[in-house]
């Protein structure tokens, strides 16, 4: 192959992309470049694989794509675990307000041992309701089982018993799930039906109590509505993986909440599973190339 890159850790600049991809045969990108129907006509009838280094997709044009015949390689499964993971350290660091009482710690907050100082909210004997009972939901309540959750509830587009089962959680309607929630935790893919699903309404039904985790993407939330409710204290707090934009601004509203942690978006970041998911993106792109199977192709 002979290959063209940009060499940078930064996206490549649009004007650069769209002059990049003119007549190449393949393209393998990051969420971070957004292939819509500019891109791929810059590109023309050469372009036949677009591999992306993510297992989120929403950054595609997937009807344009569709329509030109092209093939779309991806990452799931690889990175399951490591966002896994990091959904239940942001929960934990958030529930148990961690980022706030290191800050304590060095600005002389800490006095003494006060009884009621510092204290958040326990897993132990809690419902967790989980929105999106995917690859990475299923994970997540594998490793908040442990904790002594009571019951796990989850929603989405339809009941999925054979993921439901080892967690016995029950499948409700998304008000249901908000009302009765002691943690909330998005996992679902960004989709139509999905944009902008975590709203006034829905901060309105959960408990004051409550704690709100998104690992999945940020247009799932309607963040001012997210804002009003942390700052009206209806819900105790909320730990963001994802944002919109991303990066937050500085001088964004939620920065200014003690009770919100806000992460750049590093789910999946071990060098483990980044190696991995860059050798699969690069074999999907080969494969597709190769007009052979794809290791993980995503069906259009």
Known sequence: CRVQQWDSEEPVPRAELL?????????????SDRIDREVLEAAGPSLKVISTMSVGFDHL?????????????YTPD?????TAELSVALLLATCRRLPEAVEQVKNGGWTTWKPLWMCGYGLSD????????GRI??????RLKPFGVKKFLYTGSHPKPENAVEFEAEFVPLTRLAEESDFVVVTCALTPATQGMCNKDFFARMKKTSVFINTSRG????QEDLYDALAHGQI???GLDVTTPEPLPTDHPLLSLKNCVILPHIGSATYATRSTMAVLAANNLLAGLRGEPMPQELQL
Do not use: F, H
């Open 19 to 31: 002059a990049g991809v003119a007549g190449k045969r393949g393209l393998l990108c990051l969420l």
């Open 61 to 73: 044009a997937l009807d344009e794509i569709k329509k030109r015949g092209i093939r779309v390689g």
């Open 78 to 82: 690889v990175l399951t675990d490591a």
């Open 126 to 133: 809690s419902t967790v309701g989980i929105i999106g009972l």
């Open 137 to 142: 939901g299923q994970a997540v309540a594998r």
């Open 219 to 222: 247009a799932v939330v309607n």
């Open 236 to 238: 105790a707090a909320a």
